[in-house]
T-cell receptor, first 112, second 115 residues
Framework: SQKIEQNSEALNIQEGKTATLTCNYTNYSPAYLQWYRQDPGRGPVFLLLIRENEKEKRKERLKVTFDTTLKQSLFHITASQPADSATYLCALVVGNTDKLIFGTGTRLQVFP | KAGVTQTPRYLIKTRGQQVTLSCSPISGHRSVSWYQQTPGQGLQFLFEYFSETQRNKGNFPGRFSGRQFSNSRSEMNVSTLELGDSALYLC??????????????FGPGTRLLVL
């Protein structure tokens, strides 16, 4: 069956450290992968898009990798801050219909 | 530029009733997508409308329906509500509805509780 898996357990890290979140998928062949941030009571906010032929993408303190062989994307936040605390969602763009399929998200908590 | 707005923000209904949710996209956006978010299933795609036509549909029963008006505003309707329909319903808008090329902007959602 098709699955997108993100760590269901919350990730707790200390301020200043690098947070690494994982998105694994099975039985999908996405051409694109997106990462979103969602705060409580709000809709997701788009962060980054990475294409299958791009191994890595950066935006300020954010870095995303996409390994189509491992079927995995890693999302890194360097020099993390308490304001980075939120739920982070990965989403695959699949098929010709451009549907977005979301993972269930990982909650990140950054402690001062 | 105003963001995506959804009304109402909160709603309580009882089983068997029907409900209509509204979404106003960002000005100029012609694609509106609807999602259901629950703790167990996460964000699940319901359907997408572009220029008043349903272009994509997720795996939800026919009780879930939607429409889009000429001004791109969209409504979704759920008939014969079940307890399991309790969820956060999110809409997202974009210029043309191609996530490989453009960003989707989400609204704050409508929190539906079915008793």
């Amino acid at each position: 069956s098709q699955k997108i898996e993100q760590n269901s357990e919350a990730l707790n890290i200390q301020e200043g450290k690098t947070a690494t979140l994982t998105c694994n998928y099975t039985n999908y062949s996405p051409a694109y992968l997106q990462w979103y941030r969602q705060d409580p009571g709000r809709g997701p906010v788009f962060l980054l898009l990475i294409r299958e032929n791009e191994k890595e993408k950066r935006k300020e303190r954010l870095k995303v990798t996409f390994d189509t062989t491992l079927k995995q994307s890693l999302f890194h936040i360097t020099a993390s801050q308490p304001a980075d605390s939120a739920t982070y969602l990965c989403a695959l763009v699949v098929g010709n219909t451009d549907k977005l399929i979301f993972g269930t998200g990982t909650r990140l908590q950054v402690f001062p | 530029k105003a963001g995506v707005t959804q009304t109402p923000r909160y709603l309580i209904k009882t089983r068997g009733q029907q409900v209509t949710l509204s979404c106003s996209p960002i000005s100029g956006h012609r694609s509106v997508s609807w999602y259901q978010q629950t703790p167990g299933q996460g964000l699940q795609f319901l359907f997408e409308y572009f220029s008043e036509t349903q272009r994509n549909k997720g795996n939800f029963p026919g009780r879930f329906s939607g429409r889009q008006f000429s001004n791109s505003r969209s409504e979704m309707n759920v008939s014969t509500l079940e307890l399991g329909d309790s969820a956060l319903y999110l809409c997202a808008s974009s210029l043309t509805g191609t996530p490989r090329q453009e960003t989707q902007y989400f609204g704050p959602g409508t929190r539906l509780l079915v008793l």
